[in-house]
């Protein structure tokens, strides 16, 4: 075997190593992306359960969630509640959606999430806070809003969250 041959096969080994290193790097990156994405969803439904626990846990918070899904008529204590709470609800959302954005949360997940925030934008004091706080939001997700959810529909017979007044 001559210097040119062996030069040959070792730039073939080469090449075959630099193709199996890709695919091996494609796989890892694709389970290091299922990993995220479930890490994401995780993350975002703990944040929500949380938030929504707070109002199943707390009688006044519940009532005020109650008032403000049937009149943007509160007190100031009220009002300042209601803007705590749905803001850092808000917040969840924005990211969420930021990651359904990035493809770092399935479609599917974010779907639920959407009609969550359809029925909590059709709540009466939502607009009050919407008016008063949107500038708090990124412009991607102000325009999502208004261009899109604000024109969804519950589905009927759904009672907007907090209005239960109509449940049998």
Known sequence: ?????????SQTVAAFGVIISIIYFARKLKQN???SRIKASYLTSKELRNSLGMVAKNNSLA????????SEDLTNVEKLRW?????STMRIFENSYALMEKKDLSQDYWRGMEAML??????????????????LYS??????????????????NINIPGNYDQID
């Open 1 to 9: 075997m001559d210097l040119e041959t062996i030069n040959y096969l």
């Open 33 to 35: 992306t299922k990993a």
């Open 63 to 70: 009532e005020i969630f109650a008032k403000a899904s049937i």
């Open 83 to 87: 803007y705590t709470y749905i803001g």
């Open 118 to 135: 359809i029925d909590i934008t059709k709540m009466k004091a939502f607009n009050l806070f919407w008016k008063d706080r949107k500038h």
């Open 139 to 156: 412009e991607i997700f102000r325009n999502y809003l208004e261009n899109a959810i604000f024109k969804m529909q519950s589905p009927e």
